[in-house]
């Protein structure tokens, strides 16, 4: 069976986060908590993913804003085999998360590297964590589909997104064919086109 991991980011993921409902809704899904969330260090917070990454099988990772990066550093890396595929919700940009949490996190540099998985990255129009253009730049040298959601800030609790039944069709793509058919899905409905979650083609809902 193939299981969800959660990557939360910076801080984790409040009670009303779509992460935390997502664990409700999907009682094989699993939180893979760190030791400190409020000074993040790459080194560590790998050394956890790869060490619950090691006690499963195939698995989707869903990872929120710090949790992208930190699934974007596991390009090259053995324990990346079991993975099937990659939901990347609003990808930070470190720049701009050391100018809005000064001297809190210490992850490196950007990943630059292509990732040897599936992976599809949710970007919004507004996010203050990174511009739209950017992280369509890093879509692209990860080898991502990208999906705009349009004027969605960080895509969190304070944007309006706590239960996030959508999110759970886009996860259930890397449980089809893979990447051809999460690309074929993708280009359908507009990689670079503005909705909120998949409500605007009901053929993805069946």
């Not at 969800?4 to 699993?30: N, V, Y």
């Not at 499963?56 to 596991?74: E, F, K, M, R």
């Not at 991502?144 to 996030?164: C, K, M, T």
Request: charged share 20%.
């Amino acid at each position: 069976m193939t299981r969800t991991l959660i990557l939360p980011g910076f801080m984790g993921s409040g009670t009303d986060h779509w992460q935390q409902h997502w664990l409700s809704d999907h009682p094989g899904s699993r939180f893979v908590e760190q030791d400190n969330w409020d000074r993040p260090h790459l080194d560590a917070w790998l050394a956890r993913l790869e060490s619950v990454l090691g006690k499963h099988g195939d698995v989707i990772l869903v990872a929120h804003s710090l949790g992208c990066l930190l699934a974007a550093h596991l390009a090259g890396r053995a324990s990346a085999e079991t993975i099937r595929g990659a939901l990347l919700v609003a990808p930070c940009h470190l720049d701009r998360t050391e100018y809005i949490h000064p001297g809190a996190i210490r992850f490196g540099a950007m990943p630059e590297a292509p990732l040897p998985f599936p992976s599809l990255v949710v970007a919004s129009l507004n996010d203050p964590y990174m511009p739209f253009e950017q992280c369509r730049h890093y879509a692209s040298l990860w080898g991502s589909e990208l999906i705009d959601l349009g004027h969605a800030g960080h895509i969190n609790v304070a944007s309006g997104f706590g239960r996030w039944v959508h999110g759970y069709r886009l996860a259930s793509l890397f449980q089809r064919d893979g990447s051809d058919t999460m690309h074929r899905t993708v280009s359908r409905i507009g990689s670079h086109r503005p909705f909120r979650g998949l409500v605007r083609d009901r053929r993805l809902l069946s």
